[in-house]
């Protein structure tokens, strides 16, 4: 049996998902998460065989729980589930750990197929993402991780999420359960290591990194 972890913030798509994989004999859904701070406890308390994961999750953006996923549990095989075909998004998805990227708007068929395809332990890429950002992979080309973004903490990298997001520091104090004067200490290490000057400067470099959509 199959067990899926559903990571998606909208209801009406996750009820949706859940009924198109229960209509399968060897996929069990056994939990959901709607918040990216959640998901990685949440995977490694439910030990999914798949995590089928929306990078647009509020809290943490997806490619960082895809790292926390790949480091806290490896067996988890995440798949993501975007509406971006971009090629900053697939091959950043897929170099962090995602072992398959699908684009929201796949049938139902091929939902079912890319699950099967990585709970075995196999790459699936969408048949719309265009062949050459797959051969980019290959290749070592795409986009590399800037290396200001790399000397983050763990915990930096969650407060700058939050802070693209418009959360002030009390909110992200509640939410990561630190106190406000941590978030300041945070929030300025963030500023100082990515050379940000301003909250707008946070959202341009959030919408760069793929942090933020770029409809933002």
């Known amino acids: 049996m199959i067990t899926v972890l559903l990571a998606e913030d909208h209801t009406i798509v996750r009820q949706g998902l859940r009924k198109v994989l229960e209509t399968e004999p060897d996929i069990s859904v056994v939990a959901e998460a709607d918040d990216g701070l959640k998901v990685a406890d949440q995977v490694e308390s439910a030990a999914p065989n798949v995590v089928l994961l929306d990078l647009g999750l509020p809290g943490l953006h997806g490619l960082e729980v895809i790292r926390q996923i790949a480091r806290r549990t490896p067996s988890a095989h995440v798949l993501v589930l975007s509406m971006h075909a971009h090629e900053e ?17 796949s049938d139902s068929a091929e939902v079912v197929a890319a699950i099967r395809t990585v709970a075995s332990g196999r790459r699936f890429v969408s048949a719309a993402v265009s062949n050459h950002l797959v051969n980019a992979l290959v290749e070592g080309g795409g986009i590399v991780a800037s290396e200001p973004y790399e000397s983050l903490t763990r915990r930096e990298r969650e407060v700058l999420h939050l802070m693209a997001e418009g959360h002030a520091n009390a909110d992200i104090a509640a939410r990561l359960f630190i106190s406000p004067r941590t978030v300041e200490t945070h929030r300025a290490n963030v500023m100082r290591k990515l050379g940000l000057r301003s909250q707008t400067d946070v959202v341009r470099y959030a919408i760069r990194r793929g942090i933020l959509p770029p409809e933002h």
Do not use: E, P
């Open 89 to 105: 998004y697939v091959l950043g998805a897929l170099r962090n750990g995602a072992a398959g990227y699908l684009v929201k708007g």
